[in-house]
């Protein structure tokens, strides 16, 4: 839709009417329980979007850029990573497989922990703030 220059109506259309927002074809998708967003949190996610013709034009930019291949790219860089690392993943993301939460395990030699969230989505760390603190802490903590 991006690429087809559809994306600045889909916003437009996302803020007039929220409901279409939390749609499972929409931005919904990446939402556990997309009926709870609030219609000021589509506002303040949403409407610098729309705020000037460059930002809808660098998110076109950044959707068209947005692949796993840089993370591929980085694979050997990721192996020598010996920093702490904490792996999150919702089991549910219909962006992001939860075969990556796998790779990253096993590429990152630093990797201390990796957890997965029944359920959740793109958007946890926004719904279930409190798993993801909890999994922070005990991290931040060993």
Known sequence: MAAAGGLRDALHGMLS???????????????????????????????????????????????AAFDCAQTVAI??????????????WGTDDVFFDLAWSHWLAKTIPGVRRRVELAGARLFFPEERWRDLDKELRAHWSA
């Not at 694979?75 to 999150?88: F, H, I, R, S």
């Open 75 to 88: 694979e050997e860089k990721l192996g020598k990573l010996q920093a702490p690392t904490l792996v999150v």
């Open 17 to 63: 009417d929220k409901a279409s927002f939390r749609a499972p074809d929409a931005l919904g998708a990446g939402y556990e329980h997309p009926e709870r967003v609030a219609d000021e949190t589509i506002e303040t996610y949403l409407r610098p979007l729309v705020a000037s013709p460059k930002r809808i034009l660098e998110l076109e930019r950044f959707l």
